[in-house]
């Protein structure tokens, strides 16, 4: 089992603000991943990286911005988040096995 | 077409007995990869058992099984003597292609899920 964390576990904030939601992974893991769930809904991956300096959008379009400058480390950044942005956000990570462990999200309220 | 199809989106379940989670999924790769998580109320997303395309035998994994029949395109979970504490959202997702290594990624596609409630 991976020891995966994200903070902060809630955040309301306004309209316009830069928000940075942080997931860092204590395995090792090489791949990193962001997926998007509305509440009951499925997930949607949004970046994914497989390694330090890598990066890739995933199948759902998102105003996030992602980094990968550590290994342990995949935080994912909002400019200037809107309303459309309230979602749960979830971080994952996961070896050459491909099963990934997932923290335990982000719950964003943007008002 | 779906990739993750979850028939069930709410299914009642006696403690002590079992149940059965349908998926059926869609791909014409010959190498692919079917998990099953669970999420309760708290959000996070547990792992609870794998399958692979090539693998002959059925996964298991304490008391939650795969009932895996690749010809019908099904990996249903099944879950046996019921426990109050799973009652939570059961995802089943796909892995297309091999499991890769290093270098690059492989996506995770999931289905609507199914929400599963135990009862007395």
């Known amino acids: 089992e991976a020891d995966i964390y994200q903070t902060p576990r809630y955040l309301v904030i306004g309209t316009g603000k830069k928000i940075t939601l942080e997931c860092s992974q204590t395995?090792?893991?090489?791949?990193m991943y962001w997926y998007q769930q509305d509440p009951g809904m499925e997930l949607h991956l949004i970046h994914y990286?497989?390694?330090?300096?890598?990066?890739e959008k995933g199948d759902l379009s998102s105003e996030s911005t992602v980094s990968r400058i550590r290994t342990e480390h995949f935080p994912l950044t909002l400019e200037s988040a809107r309303p459309s942005h309230t979602s749960q956000y979830l971080c994952?990570?996961?070896?050459?096995?491909?099963?990934?462990?997932f923290g335990p999200g982000t719950r964003l309220l943007v008002l | 077409a779906q990739k993750i199809t979850q028939t069930q989106p709410g299914m009642f379940v006696q403690e002590k007995e079992a149940v059965t989670l349908d998926c059926t999924y869609d791909t014409s790769d010959q190498s692919y990869g079917l998990f099953w998580y669970k999420q309760p109320s708290s959000g996070e997303m547990i792992f609870l058992i794998y399958?692979?395309?090539?693998?002959?035998q059925n996964a298991t994994e304490g008391r939650y099984s795969l009932n895996f029949q690749k010809a019908r395109k099904s990996a249903n979970l099944v879950i046996s003597a019921s426990q109050l504490g799973d009652s939570a959202m059961y995802f089943c997702?796909?892995?297309?292609?091999?499991?890769?290594?290093?270098?690059?990624?492989?996506?995770?596609?999931f289905g609507t899920g199914t929400r599963l409630q135990v009862t007395l």
């Open positions: 994952a990570s996961g070896t050459t096995g491909e099963t990934q462990y």
């Open positions: 395995m090792g893991h090489d791949k």
């Open positions: 990286s497989y390694g330090v300096n890598s990066t």
């Open positions: 997702a796909m892995r297309e292609g091999p499991a890769l290594n290093t270098g690059t990624a492989s996506k995770l596609t």
């Open positions: 399958q692979g395309s090539y693998d002959e």
